[in-house]
């Protein structure tokens, strides 16, 4: 009963959405031993928006919510998973701990997530700080053994860059050709500029102009930029 009420208001079924009512039934019923409303509760200390959020809070509900046997927990788990990873690493989640981060972004994998070690790496980026583009370096790495076309992109920009790695423009065009063959306009982008000016490949103008016009149809504002200035294009 108190989940079908948190429902209610969750969803405005009355007309007229209260989350704070929502979240008083939910954890009434996550309290007395409702799987659902174990989700629910998690979710809503995940958000933080009806109630203070609270990282810690919302694992333990979702991970009881999925051990009672709900049948989207797992699911549950994995997004929540996902998402609390990058926040131990900007600081989100009202502490940073990167350990916890590394740790939940695995299980997050393990779960079915095949993106999830790029968007800790662009969150190790995001947050700068002493080792963290080491880490990004690390985290790219992982995330193209699961073929993520940005990944791909990202880690090659490291590579040119010297961010978390020595420099190897070789290495970073490799990189930056999977991306584009795979479709990511960053990559299309960097791989035309590498050909345009022969710096880690053979030059090839034509070849260069095909992948920026790519890029700039896909709207990266790089290859826009170099078609109008460098080619009146």
């Given at each position: ?55 810690e809070k919302a694992e333990m509900w979702i991970r009881k919510g999925k051990d009672e046997g709900n049948p989207d927990g797992e ?159």
């Amino acid at each position: 009963a108190a989940v079908l009420l948190a429902k209610i208001y969750d969803e405005g079924v009355m007309g007229k959405v209260n989350h704070d009512l929502a979240f008083k039934y939910y954890l009434q019923g996550a309290e007395a031993g409702n799987s659902e409303a174990m989700l629910m509760t998690g979710l809503f200390y995940a958000q933080g928006e009806a109630v203070p959020k609270n990282t810690e809070k919302a694992e333990m509900w979702i991970r009881k919510g999925k051990d009672e046997g709900n049948p989207d927990g797992e699911a549950t788990l994995r997004v929540f998973l996902s998402v609390a990873c990058t926040e131990y690493v900007t600081g989100t989640a009202g502490v940073t701990d990167t350990e916890k981060a590394l740790a939940m972004a695995k299980e997050a994998e393990e779960l079915g997530d095949k993106e999830v070690f790029y968007h800790l790496g662009r969150a190790f980026q995001k947050k700068g700080g002493e080792g963290h583009g080491e880490k990004a370096f690390a985290c790219f790495k992982k995330a193209v053994k699961n073929e993520i076309p940005e990944a791909y992109s990202a880690l090659g920009l490291c590579y040119e860059a010297g961010i978390g790695t020595e420099p190897d423009i070789k290495k970073a065009v490799s990189c930056y050709r999977t991306a584009a063959e795979a479709g990511d306009p960053f990559g299309m982008a960097h791989y035309g500029y590498a050909l345009a000016n022969g710096e880690g490949c053979k030059q090839n103008e034509k070849e260069a102009m095909e992948w920026l016009v790519k890029a700039a149809m896909k709207g990266d504002e790089g290859a826009i930029l170099i078609l109008k200035e460098d080619y009146n294009y």
